[in-house]
């Protein structure tokens, strides 16, 4: 009878553990803000308070961002935060509520929004070191750094001196479209910029045809 009866109280003990551990976890996700990239085209990440919260009681908001305190935005229940593009970052809320002695606290992992790399301005001049010679430039925006920068001529018999600025997000390309003994010179040339999340922008041009 004894047997019977503690393995009775060892198995309620197990149901009530399980059921207090449910809650608890079931309490943190609820906890969990909720957190979106912005609609501005920037990097940053509007971080709101969980809608269960918007009846009760609120003594007091706290934010955390990668575990540092966020004291600008305490007792603000919708926050605006700045990040780097690419950059994965997390979220943390602390809510006291006046009807309850524990604290609700959560957070939300999220990756800071990034516009993808795109090509914005694309020239081709003549080189002041000589006739014949041409000078392609591209420049690029946005995207993930590190950003890289590629031309590609296939069928130039020679290929272009290339030099990429990636701090200034600029790339250029130096043709030579001198024709000694006649070799095709209708060749295309592409230059083509990817960044590190694998966003890519291209354009092409006959830069012998300038």
């Not at 690419?86 to 002695?101: E, S």
């Not at 690029?140 to 600025?165: I, K, L, Y």
């Not at 060749?187 to 300038?210: K, M, Y």
Request: glycine share 8%; net charge negative.
């Amino acid at each position: 009878m004894r047997r019977r009866l503690s393995a009775v109280f060892v198995l309620l003990a197990a149901v009530l553990a399980g059921l207090l551990t449910g809650a608890s976890a079931a309490h943190a996700n609820a906890g969990d803000p909720v957190c979106r990239p912005a609609l501005t085209n920037t990097p940053d990440i509007v971080c709101t308070i969980p809608a269960e919260f918007d009846n009760r009681p609120i003594e007091s908001i706290e934010w955390t961002k990668d575990d540092d305190p966020l004291p600008q935005f305490n007792g603000i229940r919708q926050i605006l935060v700045s990040c780097t593009p690419g950059q994965p970052l997390v979220i943390g809320l602390t809510i006291n509520l006046a009807d309850d002695l524990i604290p609700s606290v959560g957070d939300t992992p999220i990756t800071c929004p990034a516009g993808k790399a795109s090509i914005t301005s694309f020239t081709c001049d003549p080189q002041p070191r000589g006739v014949n010679y041409v000078l392609c430039e591209a420049v690029w925006a946005g995207g993930v750094d590190p950003v890289t920068a590629e031309w590609f001529s296939p069928r130039a018999r020679r290929q272009p001196v290339v030099n990429t600025d990636t701090a200034a997000r600029r790339t250029t390309a130096a043709f030579d479209c001198n024709n000694p003994g006649g070799p095709e010179l209708t060749f295309t040339t592409l230059v083509t910029v990817t960044d590190a999340l694998g966003s890519r922008a291209s354009v092409s041009t006959i830069p012998c045809g300038w």
